[in-house]
Protein backbone atom coordinates (compact mmCIF):
# COMPACT_ATOMS: atom_id res chain seq x y z
CA UNK A 1 0.00 0.00 0.00
CA UNK A 2 0.98 3.65 -0.89
CA UNK A 3 1.25 5.90 1.58
CA UNK A 4 2.47 8.67 -0.21
CA UNK A 5 1.56 10.69 -3.17
CA UNK A 6 3.37 13.34 -4.53
CA UNK A 7 1.93 15.73 -6.64
CA UNK A 8 2.74 16.64 -9.55
CA UNK A 9 4.31 13.73 -11.20
CA UNK A 10 6.50 16.13 -13.44
CA UNK A 11 8.20 19.70 -12.92
CA UNK A 12 9.52 21.64 -15.47
CA UNK A 13 11.34 24.84 -15.10
CA UNK A 14 14.15 27.26 -15.72
CA UNK A 15 17.33 27.66 -13.13
CA UNK A 16 16.56 30.22 -10.52
CA UNK A 17 12.84 29.75 -10.62
CA UNK A 18 11.56 27.93 -7.11
CA UNK A 19 10.67 24.56 -7.06
CA UNK A 20 7.66 23.53 -5.33
CA UNK A 21 6.51 19.07 -4.90
CA UNK A 22 3.59 18.15 -2.88
CA UNK A 23 3.01 14.93 -0.87
CA UNK A 24 -0.33 13.30 0.99
CA UNK A 25 -0.06 10.69 2.54
CA UNK A 26 -3.50 8.67 4.03
CA UNK A 27 -2.62 7.95 7.57
CA UNK A 28 -0.99 9.88 10.90
CA UNK A 29 2.95 9.30 11.24
CA UNK A 30 5.66 10.20 13.11
CA UNK A 31 7.74 11.56 10.54
CA UNK A 32 7.63 12.57 7.03
CA UNK A 33 11.24 12.51 4.69
CA UNK A 34 11.89 14.09 1.31
CA UNK A 35 14.76 11.95 -0.82
CA UNK A 36 16.24 12.80 -3.87
CA UNK A 37 17.34 10.20 -6.65
CA UNK A 38 19.89 11.16 -9.75
CA UNK A 39 18.57 8.96 -12.54
CA UNK A 40 18.62 5.47 -11.66
CA UNK A 41 20.74 5.46 -8.67
CA UNK A 42 20.17 5.11 -4.45
CA UNK A 43 18.19 7.56 -2.99
CA UNK A 44 19.69 10.01 -0.59
CA UNK A 45 18.47 11.50 2.61
CA UNK A 46 17.69 15.54 1.83
CA UNK A 47 15.27 16.35 5.30
CA UNK A 48 13.07 15.18 7.81
CA UNK A 49 10.01 16.45 9.67
CA UNK A 50 8.51 15.85 13.01
CA UNK A 51 4.65 15.29 12.70
CA UNK A 52 4.63 17.99 15.88
CA UNK A 53 6.40 20.11 13.02
CA UNK A 54 5.18 22.67 11.05
CA UNK A 55 7.80 23.88 8.74
CA UNK A 56 11.84 22.94 8.43
CA UNK A 57 14.84 24.50 6.68
CA UNK A 58 17.87 23.11 5.13
CA UNK A 59 19.89 25.30 2.65
CA UNK A 60 17.40 26.28 -0.50
CA UNK A 61 15.10 23.89 0.77
CA UNK A 62 12.04 24.21 3.03
CA UNK A 63 9.50 22.02 4.03
CA UNK A 64 6.16 22.64 5.32
CA UNK A 65 3.71 19.60 7.08
CA UNK A 66 0.20 20.36 7.52
CA UNK A 67 -1.23 16.96 9.68
CA UNK A 68 -4.31 18.13 9.55
CA UNK A 69 -4.49 17.86 5.86
CA UNK A 70 -2.16 15.02 6.14
CA UNK A 71 0.22 16.68 3.22
CA UNK A 72 3.52 18.18 3.07
CA UNK A 73 5.59 19.99 0.18
CA UNK A 74 9.29 20.36 -0.47
CA UNK A 75 10.23 23.97 -1.58
CA UNK A 76 13.52 24.07 -3.26
CA UNK A 77 14.43 27.93 -3.88
CA UNK A 78 16.60 29.37 -6.84
CA UNK A 79 16.65 25.84 -8.23
CA UNK A 80 19.94 25.13 -10.41
CA UNK A 81 20.47 22.57 -13.27
CA UNK A 82 22.17 20.26 -10.57
CA UNK A 83 18.84 19.79 -9.00
CA UNK A 84 17.00 17.86 -11.25
CA UNK A 85 16.50 14.51 -10.22
CA UNK A 86 13.59 12.44 -8.80
CA UNK A 87 11.90 13.79 -5.25
CA UNK A 88 10.30 11.31 -3.01
CA UNK A 89 8.55 11.43 0.21
CA UNK A 90 8.48 8.88 2.82
CA UNK A 91 6.49 8.34 5.84
CA UNK A 92 6.69 6.19 8.96
CA UNK A 93 3.73 5.58 10.96
CA UNK A 94 1.91 4.37 13.85
CA UNK A 95 2.85 1.12 14.81
CA UNK A 96 3.76 -0.04 11.74
CA UNK A 97 8.03 -0.41 11.07
CA UNK A 98 7.48 0.37 7.85
CA UNK A 99 9.31 2.89 5.99
CA UNK A 100 6.80 3.49 3.32
CA UNK A 101 7.49 5.82 0.04
CA UNK A 102 5.60 7.59 -2.42
CA UNK A 103 5.70 7.19 -6.41
CA UNK A 104 7.79 10.37 -6.66
CA UNK A 105 8.25 13.81 -8.71
CA UNK A 106 10.70 14.03 -11.20
CA UNK A 107 11.99 17.15 -11.44
CA UNK A 108 14.08 18.79 -14.73
CA UNK A 109 15.47 22.06 -14.16
CA UNK A 110 16.69 23.73 -17.71
CA UNK A 111 19.61 26.03 -17.76
CA UNK B 1 32.65 5.68 4.81
CA UNK B 2 29.08 5.36 5.55
CA UNK B 3 28.24 3.10 3.26
CA UNK B 4 25.59 0.42 1.70
CA UNK B 5 27.12 -1.90 -1.05
CA UNK B 6 24.85 -4.14 -3.19
CA UNK B 7 25.85 -6.68 -5.50
CA UNK B 8 25.71 -7.41 -8.68
CA UNK B 9 24.99 -3.90 -10.27
CA UNK B 10 23.52 -5.07 -13.22
CA UNK B 11 21.64 -8.81 -13.78
CA UNK B 12 20.18 -10.40 -16.59
CA UNK B 13 19.00 -14.37 -15.73
CA UNK B 14 16.72 -16.56 -16.90
CA UNK B 15 13.26 -17.75 -15.52
CA UNK B 16 13.63 -19.84 -12.67
CA UNK B 17 17.19 -19.68 -11.79
CA UNK B 18 17.57 -18.75 -8.57
CA UNK B 19 19.66 -16.00 -7.43
CA UNK B 20 20.87 -14.09 -4.66
CA UNK B 21 21.66 -10.18 -4.60
CA UNK B 22 24.16 -9.24 -1.67
CA UNK B 23 23.75 -6.25 0.76
CA UNK B 24 25.96 -5.17 3.10
CA UNK B 25 26.35 -2.31 5.55
CA UNK B 26 29.09 -1.04 7.43
CA UNK B 27 27.26 1.64 9.85
CA UNK B 28 25.87 -1.10 12.66
CA UNK B 29 22.31 -0.17 11.72
CA UNK B 30 19.76 -2.83 13.10
CA UNK B 31 16.82 -2.57 10.69
CA UNK B 32 17.67 -3.12 6.80
CA UNK B 33 15.20 -3.55 4.13
CA UNK B 34 15.02 -4.05 0.56
CA UNK B 35 12.61 -1.84 -2.05
CA UNK B 36 11.78 -2.77 -5.61
CA UNK B 37 11.35 0.09 -7.70
CA UNK B 38 9.31 0.19 -10.69
CA UNK B 39 8.07 3.28 -13.13
CA UNK B 40 5.04 5.19 -11.51
CA UNK B 41 5.36 2.97 -8.43
CA UNK B 42 7.69 4.15 -6.49
CA UNK B 43 9.67 2.33 -4.29
CA UNK B 44 7.64 -0.88 -2.67
CA UNK B 45 9.02 -2.54 0.35
CA UNK B 46 9.74 -6.23 -0.35
CA UNK B 47 10.99 -7.72 3.05
CA UNK B 48 12.38 -5.69 6.27
CA UNK B 49 14.34 -6.81 9.46
CA UNK B 50 14.35 -4.99 12.76
CA UNK B 51 17.84 -7.13 13.81
CA UNK B 52 19.31 -10.40 13.28
CA UNK B 53 17.30 -13.23 12.75
CA UNK B 54 14.28 -10.87 12.32
CA UNK B 55 12.57 -10.27 9.51
CA UNK B 56 9.40 -9.52 7.94
CA UNK B 57 7.10 -8.89 4.78
CA UNK B 58 6.79 -5.68 3.27
CA UNK B 59 4.02 -4.65 1.22
CA UNK B 60 5.14 -7.01 -2.29
CA UNK B 61 7.07 -9.95 -0.55
CA UNK B 62 5.71 -12.94 -3.02
CA UNK B 63 8.31 -15.14 -4.75
CA UNK B 64 11.16 -13.25 -2.61
CA UNK B 65 13.33 -14.70 0.53
CA UNK B 66 15.79 -12.92 2.93
CA UNK B 67 17.64 -13.92 5.58
CA UNK B 68 19.58 -11.74 8.71
CA UNK B 69 22.40 -14.03 10.16
CA UNK B 70 24.72 -11.22 11.12
CA UNK B 71 24.40 -7.40 11.41
CA UNK B 72 25.40 -6.25 8.19
CA UNK B 73 24.36 -8.62 5.44
CA UNK B 74 20.88 -8.68 4.48
CA UNK B 75 20.34 -10.83 0.85
CA UNK B 76 17.48 -10.87 -1.03
CA UNK B 77 16.91 -14.16 -2.55
CA UNK B 78 15.02 -15.23 -5.74
CA UNK B 79 14.15 -18.63 -5.71
CA UNK B 80 12.28 -19.29 -8.85
CA UNK B 81 12.72 -15.44 -10.67
CA UNK B 82 9.27 -14.81 -13.25
CA UNK B 83 9.92 -12.32 -15.86
CA UNK B 84 7.46 -9.83 -13.22
CA UNK B 85 10.43 -9.52 -11.13
CA UNK B 86 12.21 -7.37 -13.57
CA UNK B 87 13.40 -4.21 -11.51
CA UNK B 88 15.45 -1.94 -10.12
CA UNK B 89 16.59 -3.26 -6.38
CA UNK B 90 17.46 -1.32 -3.55
CA UNK B 91 19.16 -2.38 -0.16
CA UNK B 92 18.44 0.14 2.82
CA UNK B 93 19.93 0.43 5.67
CA UNK B 94 18.02 3.01 8.38
CA UNK B 95 18.67 4.85 11.14
CA UNK B 96 15.22 3.82 13.15
CA UNK B 97 14.79 5.49 16.98
CA UNK B 98 11.72 4.42 18.17
CA UNK B 99 10.25 5.40 14.59
CA UNK B 100 10.57 9.26 15.20
CA UNK B 101 14.43 9.70 13.65
CA UNK B 102 14.75 7.72 10.59
CA UNK B 103 16.77 8.04 8.00
CA UNK B 104 17.54 5.56 5.01
CA UNK B 105 21.22 5.04 3.49
CA UNK B 106 20.42 3.18 0.31
CA UNK B 107 22.70 0.73 -1.79
CA UNK B 108 23.35 2.23 -5.83
CA UNK B 109 20.61 -0.70 -7.00
CA UNK B 110 20.36 -4.01 -8.62
CA UNK B 111 18.63 -4.01 -12.15
CA UNK B 112 17.42 -7.26 -12.46
CA UNK B 113 16.30 -8.73 -15.90
CA UNK B 114 14.55 -11.88 -16.17
CA UNK B 115 14.23 -13.32 -19.54
Known amino acids: SQQGEEDPQALSIQEGENATMNCSYK?????LQWYRQNSGRGLVHLIL?????REKHSGRLRVTLDTSKKSSSLLITASRAADTASYFC???????????FGAGTRLAVHP | EAQVTQNPRYLITVTGKKLTVTCSQN?????MSWYRQDPGLGLRQIYY???????DKGDVPEGYKVSRKEKRNFPLILESPSPNQTSLYFC??????????????FGQGTRLTVV
Open chain 2, 49 to 55: SMNVEVT
Open chain 1, 49 to 53: IRSNE
Open chain 2, 27 to 31: MNHEY
Open chain 2, 92 to 105: ASIIWQGRADTEAF
Open chain 1, 90 to 100: ATTSGGYNKLI
Open chain 1, 27 to 31: TSINN
